[in-house]
């Protein structure tokens, strides 16, 4: 079996900033983005807060409803050189390296969008990167997402699925993440460590003497 080392993005490879938060700016910047889809993504929220779907607000893609697919990429490649790339640890690509001279496969998983998570997977010459799809109709993006949701809970099945997939033994194998909401995904590795840790996560990690480190 295979041995990996999965890597959060946000807060972790990155710190202190929310890629696609970068990203949604420098769209807005270039009037790509307008006001008129900050109200489209309000009113989505606020008509499904009362049926709790409004919990899942980070499933909302609804400011890029209507967007072609392919110019949305395209911003996101140039986004990424000029707005993200600098945000990039030094520190953790180091430690990519080092783990994939040791023979891990290196896995990206994040919640941010699965064209931002490729130019991090080429970025850090990952092997494999999984991010969120969004959901493509006519070239244009509807605003849904396409599959699973790499975030919190959802992070558990993109991991217990590439597990099977690829033969990894997660007992032996890494993941390196920085918030709480995290752990439900990091206890399925022999090796958890909390990076950059927020406060509960902190916590959690000495409790549970779980490696801590800063990116």
């Avoid at 609804?62 to 990429?73: A, H, M, R, S």
């Avoid at 640890?89 to 080092?98: D, Y």
Wanted: glycine fraction near 6%.
């Amino acid at each position: 079996m295979k041995k990996a080392a999965i890597f959060d993005i946000d807060g972790t490879i990155i710190k202190n900033i929310s890629s696609e938060r970068v990203f949604f700016r420098f769209l807005f910047k270039r009037k790509i983005v307008t006001s008129k889809d900050l109200l489209r993504l309000a009113g989505i929220f606020v008509s499904k807060l009362f049926s709790l779907k409004g919990l899942y607000f980070r499933k909302n893609k609804y400011y890029l409803k209507n967007k072609e697919y392919d110019k949305i990429v395209s911003n996101i490649n140039e986004c990424f050189e000029n707005a993200i790339l600098p945000h990039i640890s030094k520190t953790a690509i180091e430690e990519i390296q080092r783990l994939r001279n040791e023979g891990y496969l290196i896995i990206l998983v994040s919640g941010t969008l699965e064209p931002i998570v490729d130019c991090f997977k080429k970025y850090c010459n990952a092997d494999i990167g999984v991010g969120t799809n969004l959901c493509i109709k006519d070239g244009l993006i509807t605003g849904e997402i396409d599959g699973i949701h790499s975030y919190n809970q959802g992070k558990v099945k993109v991991i217990e699925q590439l597990a099977k997939k690829y033969n990894i033994d997660l007992s032996s194998s890494t993941a390196y993440a920085n918030q709480y909401s995290d752990i439900k995904f990091m206890r399925l590795f022999g090796n958890p460590v909390a990076v950059n840790a927020t406060p509960l996560l902190r916590w959690y990690a000495n409790v549970n003497r779980w490696k801590r480190i800063e990116f």
